[in-house]
């Protein structure tokens, strides 16, 4: 980044976060048929507004 | 001081009736805004723009042209939107880029119906955060005890409500940001289904994720702010299909599934004032545990920083040091995740959408707890609660990114209060697009003993 240097706390937040994340998207169920999803909707997955 | 009024309903009531004027209501909130100087609530307050609208309201009941039941009422404003009277901050020294002389959507919305804009509220940097601790001008204190935090990132809009400044304020709601102050401070907020209110001029901090909501004193207020958030946008491409609000009466039981399970866990004193709830209202009501949460929140969190990196990667160039160190680390940590850890989170999103969706199924709500513990002290970064220790930060959205992530309308409602005095929140979350049917059944489930205050 321009204009200022990460610190160590900043670095240790920063790799905390994606460790985190990593480990938590590591556990998701890998189905083969599924797509993401692209523009948001969350009415698309209410059978009821099928 | 000059006579307040209990809710935006009554203020509007009472100038129905002629018992008050707008100027006098507007007298009245300037008043109380410098009696609670030391809540930190307001970033920008201007008494001659706040009276001049006034006047101006007051001059239309006069001629019989009144626009609508807020006409003349004062509404404070989250520094995140738009409004072309006051600067817009977002609350940190790295000024946003967008344009001054611009309305968000809600803003001309209100405008229209006579809303008395009346001042701009301080906000958690950027958005990006869930205490209200890091803003370019202080911390915001909480009206119930000034050693506790308001939670954020809508801290002001809460403790202007709370402390009676106003009666309605404005938020926005990207893991909480709405639902987080509104119970903390305890007040009413409610975050509408994505894609139903208009975000355009609501400066984004993930736009996939972002709701703008009101913030009230009582549902009936909520009721009344909601017709200027929902409907279609023209400037945002999310409300194509958006429904304008159409009022709804709701008759009959509401049956509850109350969520449970790890990543949701909460306070004995909070699951106590749930459980009283639960029992005043006398409900059908089943309780279910919810599976891989820590998966879900790490999509939440993925698609949060990837989204507010990419909208924040050209200011952080030119001023990167106007952004507070862990705003920084937040942005930095989104830049590096790969493209495909992102799409692995929006596989995630969809579904974990259709998962909470099929736990609704026939049901009416889903409920929460708003917040795991009280308003925490200034101070305190971490929480204990039900046998796990997180961060301040982290505990205040505990509950809430669900909502976000699976872009569900919620709401919360105060409760109870806490051995220390501190307001206890419970949230509601309905299907999607039926955010009229939501507010409707709270409704329902306060007039039979919701809140135990």
């Known amino acids: ?50 | 001081m000059t006579k307040t009024y209990d809710s935006l309903a009554e203020q509007s009531r009472a100038l129905a009736e002629g018992q008050t004027t707008a100027v006098a209501l507007a007298l009245a909130a300037l008043e109380a805004a410098e009696h609670h100087k030391n809540l930190n609530a307001f970033v920008a307050l201007d008494p001659n723009v706040v009276l001049e609208q006034a006047k101006a309201s007051d001059i239309r009941r006069e001629n019989n042209m009144v626009a609508s039941p807020l006409d003349g009422l004062p509404i404070a404003v989250k520094d995140n939107y738009l409004t072309s009277d006051y600067p817009t901050t977002a609350c940190s020294d790295a000024r946003p880029s967008e344009p001054s002389g611009v309305d968000a959507t809600v803003i001309a919305n209100l405008r229209s119906a006579g809303a008395v804009i009346f001042g701009k509220t301080n906000m958690h940097e950027w958005a990006y955060g869930a205490t209200n601790t890091t803003s370019c001008f202080g911390v915001t204190r909480n009206p119930h005890n000034l050693e506790h935090i308001t939670g954020g990132s809508s801290g002001g809009s809460g403790a202007a409500v709370a402390a009676g400044i106003v009666r309605g304020a404005l938020g926005s709601d990207t893991g909480g940001s709405v639902r987080i102050p509104s119970s903390a401070c305890g007040i009413y907020g409610f975050k509408p289904t994505y894609g139903r209110a208009s975000r355009y001029g609501v400066l984004p901090l993930s736009w996939s994720l972002d709701a703008p909501g009101p913030m009230a004193a009582s549902l009936e207020d909520l009721e009344l702010m909601l017709p200027f958030f929902l409907g279609h946008d023209a400037k945002d491409a999310a409300t194509q299909s958006a429904k304008p609000f159409v009022s709804y009466d709701h008759e009959g039981p509401v049956r509850i599934r109350n969520l449970t399970g790890q990543g949701l866990e909460r306070s004995e004193e909070v699951d106590h004032a749930l459980a009283m709830a639960f029992n005043r209202m006398a409900i059908i009501r089943d309780d279910v545990v919810l599976e891989n949460m820590p998966a879900y929140f790490a999509a939440w969190e993925a698609i949060l920083h990837s989204e507010a990196s990419a909208y924040h990667q050209e200011l952080l160039e030119q001023n990167g040091a106007g952004y507070s160190p862990v705003t920084q680390a937040h942005l930095e940590a989104g830049r590096q995740l790969t493209g495909v850890e992102v799409l692995n989170a929006q596989t995630l999103r969809a579904e974990f959408t259709r998962h909470l969706l099929q736990e609704l199924g026939d049901w009416d709500v889903l409920t929460l707890p708003t917040l795991p513990v009280p308003a925490p002290k200034h101070g305190d970064d971490w929480q204990e609660f039900g046998g796990v220790r997180v961060t301040t930060q982290d505990s205040m959205t505990w509950f809430c990114w669900p909502g976000n992530l699976a872009g569900l309308p919620c709401l919360t409602v105060p409760i109870s209060v806490s051995t220390d005095g501190l307001p206890i929140g419970m949230m509601f979350m309905g299907r999607p697009g039926q955010d009229e049917r939501l507010l409707a059944m709270v409704k329902t489930l306060e007039a039979r003993g919701l809140k135990g205050m």
Do not use: W
Not at chain 1, 8 to 34: C, H, M, N, W, Y
């Open chain 1, 1 to 50: 980044m321009k204009d200022c240097t990460l610190s160590d706390d900043q670095k240790k937040r920063i790799q905390a976060t994606l460790k985190r994340i990593r480990e938590g998207l590591e556990k998701r169920q890998k189905p083969v048929f599924s797509e993401p999803a692209h523009s948001f909707a969350p009415e698309a997955y209410d059978d009821k507004n099928v």
